[in-house]
């Protein structure tokens, strides 16, 4: 091959080496435009205005494809009586607090394990008037008393709902079909997969991939509240498709979750045994 040749062809694979090089920097040609705070349905809305329902929630995440944490919630409304439990379970580390609260006796009770030295030095730190914190033979744990109670609207709201609301905020939905969850009407809405521009305010705050978005909210058709929600999908920090390549090969800023959520119509809350009611000045009765 004479050296023409040889310029011609080398020519040739510098422009399609460069042409590839652009279309991997230019890609994606077409994006979805999100707005985290304009959702398709309410996650501070309560699934309910009965005086008995439930909550359950369990969330895991892996991050570069290993476990990362893993949080369950349990919110339950009897009557005047009130029960939120939450596990958190990160690296090797795990801390259980249940709530329960007498709305008529205008009391509640909080009991907190934890595994945890760090997180025991932290509650000695920040440890209230009525608290007592102590070690015990499997780790430590914290009880408190207060006659202030939250309502069942601010204890939801303190959730709302702890894992659901910022993890859903990371995608746009499709209204696909609409259903009836027991005596409820519900709308029904699948994760968009694709590359997201993130907007707040008409400004982009972040770019990033979402892939293998799967399973589906069921959203009551009148208040938008939550009623179901099964959903995985996995986020990379990518806002072109060479840098989404790199981070996969090189396991960059990535992480896959797991979201169930579901609304039970009727609860049973009893008073743990560990609740003592404080008396009217504050101590415990």
């Not at 809305?45 to 969330?59: K, M, N, Q």
């Not at 914190?133 to 939801?156: C, K, M």
Request: aromatic share 10%; net charge negative; glycine share 8%.
């Amino acid at each position: 091959m004479d050296r023409r040749r040889i310029a011609i062809v080398g020519a040739g694979c510098l422009l399609v080496v460069g042409a590839v090089t652009g279309l991997l920097l230019a890609y994606p040609f077409s994006t979805v435009t999100h707005d985290p705070y304009e959702s398709e349905f309410d996650t501070s809305a309560l699934p309910s205005d009965d005086d008995s329902f439930a909550i359950d929630e369990t969330i895991r995440i892996y991050e570069d494809g290993d476990f990362a944490l893993e949080l369950e919630t349990g919110f339950a409304v009897d009557g005047e009586h009130v029960s939120l439990e939450t596990e958190w379970d990160v690296a090797d580390e795990t801390t259980r607090t249940v709530r329960y609260t007498d709305l008529d006796g205008e009391w509640d009770a909080t009991r907190s394990w934890t595994d945890s030295a760090d997180t025991y030095e932290g509650w000695l730190e920040h440890a209230g008037e009525n608290e007592t914190i102590e070690p015990v033979d499997d780790g430590y744990v914290s009880l408190d008393t207060s006659t202030d109670p939250s309502s069942i609207e601010d204890q939801f709201e303190s959730t709302w709902f702890v894992g659901t609301d910022p993890l859903l905020s990371q995608l746009s939905f499709e209204r696909v079909d609409e259903t009836a969850i027991g005596d409820r009407s519900v709308d029904v809405f699948e994760p968009e997969t694709g590359w997201y521009e993130r907007v707040v305010s008409g400004t982009t705050v972040d770019e990033y991939r979402v892939t293998d978005a799967e399973g589906a909210v069921y959203a009551d058709a009148e208040t938008g509240a939550l009623v179901s929600v099964e959903v995985t999908f996995s986020v990379v920090d990518a806002s072109n498709y060479a840098a989404y390549v790199y981070e996969r090969l090189d396991g960059g800023d990535s992480y896959t979750a797991e979201l169930s959520y579901a609304v039970t119509d009727e609860a049973t809350v009893e008073r743990p045994a560990w609740a003592d009611e404080p008396a009217a000045d504050g101590e415990k009765g």
